[in-house]
């Protein structure tokens, strides 16, 4: 009873009047909201976070989509816009991993589908094509990025999670990369939000369900996208006290539906049954057969892959494993693990790493807030020297290759070139092709299918044509074999191949810049020849 009337004083405060009633103060804690105060005290929220830090991210990530104008690797069109091309106009290139079934269509029906709606709209322009899947891929690497910012809130404390979100925000990869309609881009973005449901010491929102599909969506779409998860997984299979009703009623379930997803939409699209995931683990991991594409020494991943995508963030992360508290040991063993396991096969790119990337900007974050003195100018140095690298990789370096389509599009729709046709004589793959031109103008490239009938002495058409480009091309064009009204060559083969280029009437009309750091094969330059009639020629 002394508890009771003890709890009643603390909870009635008030004032007796003269007819004897108690007037009670109202009480400000949350716990005491109503449903309606709650919801209407989130209406400045969007996506759990503040609606004007929503609106900065996507607003930075749209600019930053329209910052990048320069190409990186082929499988940026090659394995996504050129398929989702095909998909919906019925014309197009499918490159060999198609016909051999190593890819899956889950990843390219995201863009067909942009692509279905602007077609039924009459709005399928050109660049219409090649901008609204990117800006698609900027909102959703945005999504992912607010998502980081909830966790580490939820994690650490509020300055954690601004200086972890202004690495990541900053990072010349990420800002390089994740606009790009690349199935690595998706896995980070995939990787990032499913991190959040994942059941870290100290999260709040912990959803085994969500984070194990999310994981397995970044599966399907590619099949390396669980090397990072396999050291996550078997740590919440450890720390699990039901371990069987998280396999039975939450992995299991979720495997199975995601998977049936995936043969369901390969069933549709490849006219059978078929198992991407597993070709496509066969020939990359088991076979090894992308060292065709290139290989590099074991350590290629610490000694260079890992610093050049860290870039200047590098001594923030070391300096970062040493503060950051013990729970994000295993995000630290995460990446060390996809180092060491991408180490052990030949074939090596930045890009395969991209995805644990924003595992180290939580250590870089760490750093920076317990910086004290070198604060400012370690921000300074962060942002500026980010800056630069993401300016100069998105608007200068490697961009020929993509301002040259601009011309080819013109190309396609002069009615006075109706008979026109183009042939690229470049490394196999150096430009995008008919999602940059959106016409079935003929065109043509060097090929470059890798050899799956274990010949030891295989060339494809692209080694051959560059052990003797000029002998190359007076076997293929020769006697009545017509001739392209228009080439795209690289600078460094232009004086290798001029008796070709004088003999046939050919004259260069356009030039673009590609790059400041050329090699082998690669030119500074893209040239345009176009072949002119006799009698008819405008020699500048």
């Known amino acids: 009873m002394e508890r009771e009337g003890s709890d009643g004083r603390l909870g009635l405060r008030g004032l007796q009047n003269r007819s004897g009633e108690i007037k009670l103060r109202k009480r400000k804690s949350t716990l005491y909201l109503s449903t309606q105060e709650k919801s209407a005290g989130r209406r400045g929220d969007l996506l759990g976070e503040n609606i004007y830090l929503?609106?900065?991210?996507?607003?930075?990530?749209?600019?930053?989509?329209?910052?990048?104008?320069?190409?990186?690797?082929?499988?940026?069109?090659?394995?996504?816009?050129?398929?989702?091309?095909?998909?919906?106009?019925?014309?197009?290139?499918?490159?060999?991993?198609?016909?051999?079934?190593?890819?899956?269509?889950?990843?390219?029906?995201?863009?067909?589908?942009?692509?279905?709606?602007?077609?039924?709209?009459?709005?399928?322009?050109?660049?219409?094509?090649?901008?609204?899947?990117?800006l698609a891929q900027a909102l959703l690497s945005a999504a992912a990025d607010i998502r980081l910012y909830s966790l580490m809130k939820q994690l650490g404390n509020q300055e954690v999670a601004r200086w972890v979100f202004f690495c990541q925000l900053c990072s010349w990869f990420t800002w390089y990369c994740c606009t790009r309609t690349l199935t690595n881009t998706m896995e980070a973005v995939l990787t990032m939000i499913a991190l959040l449901y994942y059941p870290l010491e100290g999260s709040k929102s912990m959803n085994s369900v969500r984070y194990s599909s999310l994981v397995a969506l970044a599966f399907i779409i590619r099949p390396t996208a669980v090397i990072p998860w396999i050291p996550l997984l078997f740590r919440h299979f450890w720390q699990e006290q039901r371990k069987l009703d998280l396999i039975l009623h939450h992995f299991l379930p979720v495997g199975f539906v995601t998977l049936s997803l995936s043969l369901i939409i390969d069933r549709i699209f490849f006219g059978q049954w078929t198992l991407v995931q597993f070709n496509f683990l066969k020939f990359n991991v088991l076979q090894n057969l992308g060292t065709f594409y290139g290989s590099h020494p074991w350590h290629w991943y610490f000694s260079q892959g890992f610093p050049v995508v860290l870039g200047t963030h590098l001594p923030f992360f070391i300096h970062g494993c040493f503060l950051a508290p013990k729970r994000y040991r295993i995000l630290l063993v995460t990446v060390l693990w996809t180092l060491l396991v991408y180490?052990?096969?030949?074939?090596?790119?930045?890009?395969?790493?991209?995805?644990?990337?924003?595992?180290?900007?939580?250590?870089?974050?760490?750093?920076?807030?317990?910086?004290?003195?070198?604060?400012?100018?370690?921000?300074?140095?962060?942002?500026?020297?980010?800056?630069?690298?993401?300016?100069?990789?998105?608007?200068?370096?490697?961009?020929?290759?993509?301002?040259?389509?601009?011309?080819?599009?013109?190309?396609?729709?002069?009615?006075?070139?109706?008979?026109?046709?183009?042939?690229?004589?470049?490394?196999?793959?150096?430009?995008?092709?008919?999602?940059?031109?959106?016409?079935?103008?003929?065109?043509?490239?060097?090929?470059?299918?890798?050899?799956?009938?274990?010949?030891?002495?295989?060339?494809?058409?692209?080694?051959?044509?560059?052990?003797?480009?000029?002998?190359?091309?007076?076997?293929?064009?020769?006697?009545?074999?017509?001739?392209?009204?228009?080439?795209?060559?690289?600078?460094?083969?232009?004086?290798?191949?001029?008796?070709?280029?004088?003999?046939?009437?050919?004259?260069?009309?356009?030039?673009?810049?590609?790059?400041?750091?050329?090699?082998?094969?690669?030119?500074?330059?893209?040239?345009?020849?176009?072949?002119?009639?006799?009698?008819?020629?405008?020699r500048r």
């Not at 016909?99 to 709606?117: D, M, N, Q, V």
């Not at 008919?434 to 060097?446: A, E, G, W």
Request: charged share 15%; glycine share 4%; aromatic share 16%.
């Open 54 to 134: 929503v609106l900065f991210t996507v607003a930075l990530r749209i600019f930053n989509c329209f910052l990048v104008q320069t190409s990186f690797v082929p499988d940026e069109y090659w394995q996504s816009l050129e398929v989702a091309h095909h998909m919906v106009f019925n014309y197009g290139y499918l490159t060999w991993e198609w016909t051999e079934r190593l890819r899956g269509y889950t990843y390219p029906l995201i863009f067909a589908s942009i692509y279905k709606i602007l077609h039924l709209l009459g709005k399928d322009s050109v660049q219409l094509l090649i901008w609204i899947p990117r």
């Open 343 to 538: 180490s052990t096969l030949s074939h090596k790119e930045f890009r395969f790493i991209y995805p644990v990337l924003p595992f180290c900007m939580v250590f870089c974050g760490y750093s920076l807030t317990h910086l004290k003195t070198w604060k400012k100018p370690a921000l300074s140095f962060l942002f500026l020297s980010n800056m630069l690298l993401a300016l100069y990789t998105g608007l200068v370096h490697q961009r020929g290759t993509l301002d040259v389509m601009s011309h080819i599009q013109n190309i396609c729709y002069n009615p006075n070139k109706s008979s026109a046709s183009v042939f690229v004589m470049m490394p196999c793959h150096s430009t995008p092709y008919y999602s940059h031109v959106h016409c079935p103008l003929p065109m043509r490239f060097l090929q470059c299918p890798p050899d799956l009938a274990g010949n030891s002495y295989y060339l494809d058409e692209a080694d051959i044509f560059y052990q003797n480009p000029l002998n190359w091309l007076h076997r293929e064009f020769h006697d009545d074999v017509p001739l392209p009204t228009h080439l795209i060559i690289f600078s460094v083969l232009e004086e290798e191949i001029s008796a070709f280029l004088i003999s046939n009437n050919y004259e260069r009309t356009a030039v673009f810049f590609h790059t400041h750091l050329p090699a082998g094969r690669i030119g500074s330059h893209v040239y345009i020849y176009e072949r002119k009639l006799k009698g008819k020629l405008n």
